[in-house]
């Protein structure tokens, strides 16, 4: 039901009465609101990207950090489902039910992976208030037991206040052939790599749709997008091209790196002066498993550097080519005159991935199974990393291609987050969907959602009727 008041007249005959649509139709944003667009990676840390001094370049980040704020005191929660959930919500991920990933859920008060109702959700207050909500990507916040065909869709995206959905339900999918959603149902992908196809491509092309669709019926309403990539949890998949890009730029491995950006970082004010490594594995032994351990690049055999280089070349080819993809995205905006009125966040969910053991990974799944990774395994999959080269599975009528994986956890840690509101011209939680919770309507939304990385642009000053207050802490 509409919370407007009906305020026209109704007698016997019709032509006695005077209609009123305002009632019954969607409320309009104020003018000139801003668009929102919000970028979240997966499993990065700081050190890896151009903005924060590293090796991987990120030229759509760049651009943004040039031009906005680029955040150093950005925390987040220790998995990708809570860190998102908070996003979301503007609430701790335990009132979320996410203390953990949704996977690892338990029938136990912040463990149940059910986001509460009276959570209200920052795309059902926006588009309350007159905003097109988007979302585009991974959706690690659906409980598992709504994740098959015929199960409830309460909490997919058009329950939680979205208009529309595209991407995939989970931690993780293959980026050549994904498991993808649209709305509410699961679809195949719309052509093969062989024609071109991966995941960064085809989310930037529904994410820009989405907006043309809503700028070609309703110029002007302002839109909230929620662009969660694959990029860089596992599986990591670019293009060939991509990931060649950085031959040899690792080869001086890991310890030669932290050596090397440590400075970098400084330099840019990310760190503060004075800042020292940490040893190199910083656990008193006996006090972590053996197979978190790194081992010294100096103890590495030749056959193991070439492997972790190549590792890390299709890890920096996998960010950097998403970041073109987003790229895609700004110039969109910029091409249709949106772009100057429109908040944009760009971060990470949670710090690198520490999953893997000290010998790589290339099927994370294989850990998960029982069944370690040995240097000489993978050291045979070593010019097929990041290709769309599927495994191979036995059937009743044959060997099949079996390009799908299953789902996995991520690996960092995040605070309570006020709930997002603007001033009295500007969106509000609705009071029946905050009942139950504390202070919603009066507590100024913030920027509170903290990562390792982030970077805002807002290139709109603020006003009376706009604010939007960006705080970080420790």
């Avoid at 463990?111 to 209200?120: C, D, K, T």
């Avoid at 993809?325 to 091409?335: F, N």
């Amino acid at each position: 039901m509409s919370d407007k008041q009906f305020k026209g007249v109704v007698n016997l005959d019709i032509r006695d009465s005077v209609p009123d649509w305002d009632a019954f139709l969607a409320k309009k944003a104020p003018e000139g609101a801003p668009n929102v667009l919000v970028v979240l990676y997966d499993d990065t840390g700081c050190a890896a990207w151009s903005p924060y001094g590293g090796r991987i370049e990120m030229p759509t980040m760049d651009r943004l950090a040039r031009e906005g704020l680029t955040y150093s005191q950005w925390h987040t929660t220790a998995l990708c489902s809570p860190t998102r959930s908070t996003f979301l919500t503007g609430r701790n991920h335990h009132l979320n039910g996410f203390a953990s990933i949704s996977e690892t859920s338990s029938g136990f008060p912040g463990y149940s992976s059910h986001i509460p109702p009276e959570n209200a959700s920052i795309a059902t207050v926006l588009r309350k208030a007159g905003w097109g909500t988007y979302w585009v990507g991974k959706n690690h916040n659906i409980p598992v037991d709504e994740w098959t065909a015929g199960s409830s869709r309460e909490r997919w995206p058009l329950g939680q206040g979205f208009d529309r959905f595209y991407g995939f339900v989970g931690g993780e999918t293959n980026q050549w052939y994904p498991d993808l959603a649209e709305d509410n149902h699961f679809i195949d992908q719309p052509y093969q790599p062989e024609e071109g196809y991966h995941l960064s491509k085809d989310l930037a092309d529904k994410a820009i749709s989405f907006l043309q669709d809503q700028r070609q019926t309703h110029p002007g309403k302002p839109f909230y997008l929620w662009f969660c990539p694959g990029a860089n949890h596992a599986p990591h998949h670019a293009p060939k091209e991509w990931i060649d890009k950085y031959k040899g730029r690792f080869d001086d491995g890991y310890d030669a790196y932290r050596e090397w950006v440590l400075p970098r970082m400084i330099e840019r004010g990310i760190l503060p002066q004075g800042t020292e490594l940490t040893d190199f594995n910083p656990m008193p032994p006996g006090t972590f498993a053996e197979a978190d351990a790194v081992r010294p690049w100096s103890e590495l055999s030749e056959p193991e550097r070439k492997l972790f280089a190549r590792m890390a070349e299709v890890y920096a080819g996998f960010s950097e080519y998403t970041d073109h993809q987003v790229g895609r995205i700004i110039d969109y905006l910029e091409e249709t005159g949106q772009l100057e009125n429109t908040l944009v966040i760009y971060a990470a969910d949670n710090g690198a991935s520490g999953e893997g053991s000290p010998n790589g990974s290339v099927n994370e799944n294989k850990f998960f199974n029982g069944y370690p990774d040995n240097i000489e395994d993978n050291l045979e999959m070593i010019d097929k990393l990041g290709t769309p080269t599927p495994t191979t599975t036995t059937r009743p009528d044959g060997p099949r291609p079996s390009p799908h994986r299953s789902r996995c956890s991520s690996a960092i840690r995040i605070r309570v987050v006020s709930p997002i509101r603007w001033s009295s011209s500007g969106p509000r939680e609705s009071k029946r969907a905050a009942r139950s919770a504390t202070n919603t309507t009066t507590a100024p939304i913030s920027c509170r959602r903290f990562s390792n990385a982030a970077v805002c642009r807002c290139r709109k000053r603020s006003t009376a009727s706009t604010r939007i207050h960006c705080r970080a802490y420790r």
